[in-house]
C-alpha cells in the first residue's frame, strides 16, 4: 500500500438526503465511493489524489432493476453480477449483459457498479459501448432536484462529463425499443478474461427489404470518450449492407475515432480492428 | 507397496490451503521497523546529490547509505559487480541508492516520496544491439561479461561444398516470473550475534555466501531461514541476497528488526527477468536433408550487471544444438550489458531462448530441403553411441523417433494437417480463424552445468528421532513445486516406511548442510540421491550395529532408532555428492559431458489464428517427455501444466514495454500473463526409462516444459498463415503488421 492513508477519509451517510446534503454543503470537496474497484487500486499505487469520499454503496435509494413498459431503469449502483442474472435485461439488452460478463471477474462483478463505469470516465469501459448503442438515459440527482439527460453527449472529454460536484449519478434508464434489431458486442481485450480493452465495439442494426433501417454504432478505447459514430450511421442509412457499402463506412469510421499508441496497443491495431468488427457487423445484417 | 510413482498429496498442502503456512509477511517482531528502498530515477549517471525534503519528521528514520556498509558494498555472487546501494554511479533506473526504516509503514512511503536524488545523467544503452556495437561502453572494456566458444570439427571446410545452406535470425524478450509471493525478507543484526534473515528465497546458502562479505562477518554468524515460499521460477534464485542484505543493513544500524516486503510494482520494475536474445543460425545441408554444419552466434542481454549471466549463457550455448546429430558445430555465445535492470535466473535458465531459435530454424531448413519438418528432423536425431555439440557421447537409451511418432499420433497431427489446409483455402468473404499444427523436439539437461555439480559437493544429513521419524536436512527449499513431497517419497522407499514418518526439517543454514541451490532441475535428480544414500546410510548403521535385522517392519524400525539413541546419543548420517562414473568436463575447451543426463520431449501445439483481432490462440498442446521414472504423477504432470502455460505466456503474451530501460508495465492490469481460458487443454504424456544415477530412477524436469511450447506454437502459425515469425512475444499488432 503506497498510499499515506490517514490523509484519507471515508464517510458512510445514512441516507441518499445525507449524502446531497454533505456534498452541497462542502462542494467538490467531497467524491462519491462505490464499489471502489477503480479508486482501490488508485489508492494502493499511492496515486489517488483526491482525499475525501463518502461511501454510497449503501444507499438503497441507488440500486434495484425496474421495469415499465417503456423502460427499464437501473440504479447506480447496479452490479455486473445483478446485470447478467436479469432476466429483462438478458432478453432486450444482450449486449449489456455480455459486456458486463466480459468486466473483470467474479470479484469485480460482484462489487464494480455501474454507476462508477460511467463516472469513472475510461475510454476502454466495456458498458459505456452497449449503453450508448441502447439509447440510454442517465438521472443527476442533488438537493437541488432531479434531470434526466441522453448518457450521448454527457462525456466532453478526457475524463471530462456534465456532472456537478453536488450531484449523483442515480439511474440509467434504457428505452424498451430493442424488438427485431441485431446486436453485435465484442471486447477485444489484452486477453480472453481479465483483460482492459485495446477496442470494444457495439453495435445494434435493423434491415428491411435488404437495406440498412436503422444502426447505432459504438466503439470505445479508440478516442479520448467512448465514441458513437454518427457519422457512419448516417452514411449507411438506406444502403445496402454490400462490400461498396462497408469499405465507405470504414472510411467513415476512421474519421470519427482517434486512436493512439499506449502501454496496451497501438493506434494502427486499433484502427484497424475497429474497421474490422464494422466490416463484420455489417455482414452479419447481409442475410 | 513403493511409494515411487505415486500421487501423493503436498506434503505441506494443508498448511497452506487452511492458511496456516506462514510466509515472510505473515511473521513479526517485538519493535520491528519496516524498510524501503530509495532507487535510482535514471538509467545512467553520477548521483550529485540527495536530500530530504517534506513535512516529515526525519529524525524519526534510519537511513542507510553505501558509507554504513560494514564489510564489502557487492554482492557476491560470480564477478561482484554488483554494489548493494550505488554510492555515486549508477547503471540502471531503480539500482538502490539509500535504504529508510521506520515503525509506520504508511509514513515510510510518504518519506520514500521524499527523498529527492539528483543525477548528472551520462549517455546509457538499452538493448543488445546497441551494446554489441559499442554505442557506448557501459561495462568492461567491451560491454561482454562473459563469451564462449564451442568447436566441434570444422564447419568452415562444409561451406563451399554444401548443397544447401539455410540462414535465420530470431530473438525472445524479456519474461517476468511473476511469483505469486513477492520478495521479502526480516532481519535481526547486531554486532554481538551476528546477522539473522527470514526470507523468501531458493538458495539459503547463496544468501548466506552474500552476507558473509557484505558484514564482513565469519560464516557461523550469519544465519538465513527460508520461509514458505510462494514460487520462485528463478527470481529468487540470486535476488533474494539483495532484499536480505538491504534488510540486514537496516536492522544492523537500527539496532531492531527490520521486514522489507515489495509490492508488485516494485518486484517487477526492479527484480530480475529472463534475458532477452538474439540467436542467428547458420546451416549446412545435404540434398536428403542430412545436417553438416551448424554455426551459432547466441547473444543475451545481461543488463546493468553480471549476476547470474554466465550460467544462463553456459547453458543456453550447450542447448542451442538441440537432440540433433551433426559433425561440424561451432556456436559462439556472448552475454553484453545495457543500462536495465539485471536480468536473472528464470526457469530454462538461457536455453528456452535457444531452442526457440534452433526449433524455429528446423522447420526452416526443412522447408528449404523440401522436407517435412518431421522427416528433417527424423533424418538429424541423435542416438545411443552418438555425440552432441560438446561432444558427449549419449550413453542412455534414446528414442527420439519413437517419441516423435507418439506425440505426433497423440495429437492427431497428420490428420489435422490436412484438414487445416483444406479449410484454410475455403473463404465465405467473412473473416475466418485459420487452424495450424506445429512441433518441435528438443532435450533439456538436467542438474548443474559441467563440472557445477562436483565443484558445489553438495551434501544431505538424515537424522532419526527416538519415536522412529527420520528428518531429512537440506538447504533446498519447498518453493511450491514439490520438493518437500520428492524427498519424504524417496526416503520412504530407500527405508521401506511410511512418508508420514519422513519429516523434512526447515531449511535454516544454522542446521541443514549445504545441498545446493534450488535451481536447474536439480533437486529431485541430484539432491534426491542424497537423500536416498543418506536415509540408506541410517538404515546401514543400525543394521551394521545389529539392531535391526535386514527385513524389518515400522515398529522394528522405531525400537532400533530408540535403541541406537539411547546407547550412542544421537543417530545422524550425511551423503555428499559423487558423480557418476566417466563423466569429463573441459571447462576451456567447453567440451565434454555437459549434463549428467538430459530429458527428451516433443510438444505439438494447435493454433488458431483470427483474422478479426489477429490474435493467436493455442487451441490444444499435446506435451511429450521422457523423463526417466515420474516420482509422482500428479506433481510430475503439475510441472509440465505449468511450465506450458508459462511458456505460452511467453510467446503470445508477456511483453515487457521498456522505457529508457524501466518496465513501463509493471503492474498485473498491463504486463499480461494467460488466465485459464487463454490456454488449452495441456495433455501431458511421459515415457520412462529409468536412469541408473537419479533416485528411484529420476531425471530433472523443472525446465523441460519451458522449451517447447514458443518454437511449437510459432511453427504451427507459420502453418496456419504461411508466414514466418522469428520473434517473441509475438502479439496480435505484430501479427496484423506482418499479415496485412
Ligand atoms: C481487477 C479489475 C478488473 C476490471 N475490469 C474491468 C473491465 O473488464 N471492464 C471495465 O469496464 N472496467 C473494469 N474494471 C474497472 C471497474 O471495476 C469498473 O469501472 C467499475 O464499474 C467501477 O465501479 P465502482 O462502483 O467500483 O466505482 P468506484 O471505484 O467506486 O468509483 C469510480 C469513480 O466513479 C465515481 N462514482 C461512482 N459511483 C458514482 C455515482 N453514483 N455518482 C457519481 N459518481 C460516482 C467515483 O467517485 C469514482 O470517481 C476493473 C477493475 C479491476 C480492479
Redesign the pocket.
Known amino acids: 500500500m503506497r498510499a499515506f492513508i490517514p490523509n484519507y477519509q471515508l464517510t458512510t451517510p445514512a441516507s441518499l438526503a445525507e449524502a446531497l446534503t454533505l456534498l452541497e454543503s462542502e462542494p467538490g470537496v467531497w ?11 488508485l489508492l494502493e499505487a499511492g496515486r489517488l489524489a ?1 482525499r475525501n ?1 463518502i461511501n ?2 449503501g444507499l438503497n435509494e ?1 440500486r434495484g432493476i425496474e421495469a415499465t413498459d417503456t423502460h427499464v431503469t437501473l440504479g ?2 447496479t ?2 453480477t445483478e446485470v447478467q442474472t436479469n432476466p429483462i435485461l438478458r432478453r432486450e439488452f444482450p449486449m449489456l449483459c455480455q ?1 458486463a460478463s ?4 467474479l ?2 462483478q460482484n ?12 475510454p ?5 459501448p452497449a449503453l450508448l448503442a441502447y439509447d440510454a438515459e442517465i438521472e ?1 440527482v442533488s438537493n437541488r432536484g432531479s434531470r434526466w439527460l441522453p448518457y450521448q453527449g454527457f462525456h466532453t472529454g478526457y475524463k471530462q462529463m456534465h ?1 456537478d460536484p453536488d ?4 439511474r440509467i434508464r434504457l428505452p424498451r425499443n430493442t424488438a427485431g434489431l441485431t446486436h453485435y458486442y465484442r ?1 477485444v ?1 489484452t486477453r480472453k478474461a ?4 485495446k477496442v470494444c465495439f457495439a453495435a445494434v442494426g435493423k434491415t428491411g427489404q435488404g437495406k440498412l433501417m436503422e444502426t447505432r454504432i459504438v466503439v470505445g478505447s479508440v478516442a479520448p470518450i467512448v465514441v458513437r459514430c454518427v457519422q457512419t450511421e448516417a452514411a449507411l442509412r438506406g444502403q445496402r449492407p454490400d462490400e461498396e457499402t462497408i469499405a465507405a463506412a470504414c472510411a467513415s469510421l476512421v474519421r470519427e475515432i482517434s486512436p493512439i499508441d499506449d502501454i496496451r496497443s497501438t493506434a494502427k491495431y486499433r484502427l484497424q480492428v475497429a474497421k474490422n468488427l464494422l466490416a463484420d457487423f455489417l455482414a452479419t445484417l447481409r442475410t | 507397496m513403493s511409494p515411487i510413482g505415486k500421487a501423493f498429496p503436498r506434503k505441506e498442502g494443508r498448511k497452506k490451503v487452511t492458511g496456516k503456512a506462514l510466509y515472510v509477511d505473515d511473521l513479526s517482531f517485538p519493535g520491528m521497523l519496516h524498510g524501503v528502498t530509495v532507487r535510482s530515477p535514471s538509467p545512467r549517471g553520477r548521483i550529485t546529490k540527495i536530500s530530504f525534503e517534506g513535512d516529515i519528521p526525519w529524525d524519526e528514520f534510519t537511513v542507510v547509505t553505501a558509507k554504513d556498509i560494514p564489510g564489502a558494498n557487492y554482492v557476491a555472487l560470480i564477478l561482484n559487480d554488483q554494489p548493494y546501494l550505488a554510492a555515486d554511479f549508477v547503471n540502471h533506473p531503480e539500482e538502490p541508492i539509500l535504504l529508510l526504516a521506520h515503525r509506520d509503514k504508511y509514513l515510510l512511503e510518504e518519506a520514500r516520496r521524499n527523498v529527492r536524488i539528483e543525477i548528472e545523467e551520462q549517455p546509457a544503452i538499452f538493448n543488445l544491439e546497441d551494446s554489441l556495437a559499442r554505442k557506448e561502453i557501459i561495462w568492461g572494456e567491451d560491454n561482454v561479461f562473459k563469451k564462449y566458444l564451442v568447436d566441434k570439427g570444422n564447419v568452415d571446410e562444409v561451406w563451399a561444398n554444401a548443397d544447401f545452406i539455410v540462414e535465420g535470425e530470431y530473438e525472445t524478450g524479456a519474461q517476468e516470473q511473476l511469483y505469486i509471493e513477492n520478495n521479502g525478507a526480516i532481519a535481526i543484526a547486531n554486532a554481538d550475534k551476528g546477522v539473522t534473515v527470514w526470507g523468501s528465497m531458493q538458495c539459503p546458502y547463496y544468501v548466506h555466501k552474500a552476507l558473509v562479505k557484505l558484514f564482513d562477518l565469519p560464516e557461523e554468524k550469519i544465519r538465513i531461514i527460508q520461509t514458505e515460499t510462494g514460487g520462485g521460477f528463478g527470481g529468487k534464485e540470486e535476488y533474494p541476497s539483495l532484499i536480505a542484505g538491504h534488510a540486514a543493513l537496516l536492522a544492523w544500524k537500527s539496532g531492531k528488526p527490520v521486514k522489507m516486503i515489495y509490492d508488485r510494482a516494485e518486484d517487477m520494475v526492479a527484480t530480475t527477468k529472463r534475458h532477452p536474445s538474439r540467436t542467428r543460425h547458420k546451416t549446412a545441408v545435404t540434398k536428403d536433408g542430412k545436417l553438416l554444419a551448424v554455426e551459432i552466434d547466441f547473444v543475451i542481454d545481461g543488463g546493468a550487471y553480471c549476476t547470474l549471466s554466465p550460467v544462463v549463457l553456459s547453458r543456453g550455448t550447450i542447448h542451442s544444438a538441440g537432440p540433433y546429430v551433426c559433425p561440424n558445430v561451432r556456436i559462439h555465445s556472448r552475454a553484453v550489458a545495457t543500462n536495465v535492470p539485471p536480468h536473472g535466473a528464470f526457469r530454462g535458465f538461457g536455453a528456452p531462448q535457444s531452442i526457440f531459435a534452433l526449433e524455429r530454424h528446423m522447420d526452416k531448413v526443412a522447408r528449404t530441403v523440401g522436407l517435412t519438418p518431421e522427416e528433417f528432423r527424423r533424418r538429424n536425431f541423435i542416438h545411443e553411441g552418438e555425440t552432441t555439440a560438446t561432444s558427449q557421447v549419449i550413453r542412455e537409451r534414446v528414442d527420439m523417433d519413437q517419441l516423435l511418432t507418439r506425440a505426433l499420433q497423440l495429437s492427431n497431427y497428420h490428420e489435422k494437417r490436412e484438414r487445416f489446409a483444406r479449410e484454410n483455402a475455403e473463404s465465405n468473404g467473412r473473416f475466418r480463424k485459420k487452424r495450424g499444427v506445429g512441433f518441435a523436439t528438443f532435450m533439456h539437461g538436467a542438474g548443474f552445468t559441467g563440472s557445477g555439480e562436483v565443484y558445489l559437493q553438495s551434501v544431505v544429513s538424515a537424522e532419526a528421532t527416538v519415536e522412529g521419524v527420520v528428518r531429512i536436512l537440506a538447504a533446498s527449499t519447498e518453493i511450491g513445486q514439490g520438493t518437500n513431497t520428492i524427498f519424504s517419497q524417496i526416503a520412504s522407499e530407500a527405508l521401506g516406511l511410511d512418508v508420514d514418518l519422513i519429516e523434512i526439517v526447515q531449511p535454516d543454514t544454522a542446521h541443514v548442510p549445504n545441498s545446493g541451490p534450488t535451481v536447474a532441475s536439480r533437486t529431485s535428480m541430484v539432491v534426491g540421491k542424497l537423500v536416498e544414500s543418506a536415509v540408506t546410510g541410517l538404515k546401514q548403521t543400525l543394521i551394521g550395529s545389529s539392531l535391526l535385522p535386514h527385513e524389518y517392519g515400522q515398529s522394528e524400525f522405531k525400537r532400533a532408532c530408540a535403541e541406537y539413541i539411547a546407547r550412542f546419543g544421537s543417530l545422524k548420517t550425511s551423503s555428499t555428492y559423487q558423480p557418476p562414473p566417466n563423466v569429463h568436463w573441459d571447462d576451456e575447451k567447453y567440451q565434454g559431458d555437459a549434463y549428467g543426463a538430459y530429458a527428451w520431449a516433443v510438444y505439438v501445439a494447435e493454433v488458431s489464428f483470427d483474422e478479426l483481432t489477429y490474435a493467436a490462440h493455442v487451441e490444444d498442446f499435446v506435451a511429450l517427455q521422457e523423463v526417466g521414472r515420474v516420482l509422482n504423477p500428479v506433481l510430475a504432470a503439475g510441472q509440465i501444466e505449468g511450465g506450458v502455460a508459462q511458456a505460452i505466456g511467453f510467446t503470445l503474451f508477456e511483453n515487457v514495454v521498456w522505457k529508457d530501460g524501466r518496465m513501463a508495465n509493471n503492474q498485473m ?1 498491463n504486463y499480461i500473463i494467460p488466465t485459464p481460458v487463454d490456454i488449452p487443454p495441456i495433455r501431458v504424456y511421459f515415457e520412462e526409462n529409468p536412469y541408473a544415477y537419479g533416485p528411484g530412477g529420476a531425471k530433472g524436469i523443472g525446465e523441460l516444459p519451458m522449451d517447447g511450447a514458443a518454437p511449437a506454437i510459432l511453427n504451427a502459425l507459420e502453418n496456419a498463415t504461411g508466414v514466418s515469425f522469428n520473434e517473441i512475444p509475438l502479439l496480435p499488432e505484430t501479427l496484423m503488421v506482418k499479415l496485412l
Open positions: 467524491k462519491p465511493f462505490a464499489g471502489g474497484t477503480d479508486l482501490m487500486v483526491h469520499y454510497i454503496w441507488l447506480a449502483l452490479t455486473y459486456a466480459e468486466t473483470g471477474g470479484a469485480i462489487r464494480g457498479t455501474l454507476g462508477g463505469n460511467i463516472v469513472n470516465a475510461s476502454a469501459a466495456d458498458s459505456p443527476l456532472i450531484e449523483l449519478l442515480a471486447k481485450g481479465q483483460a482492459i480493452s | 492490469t
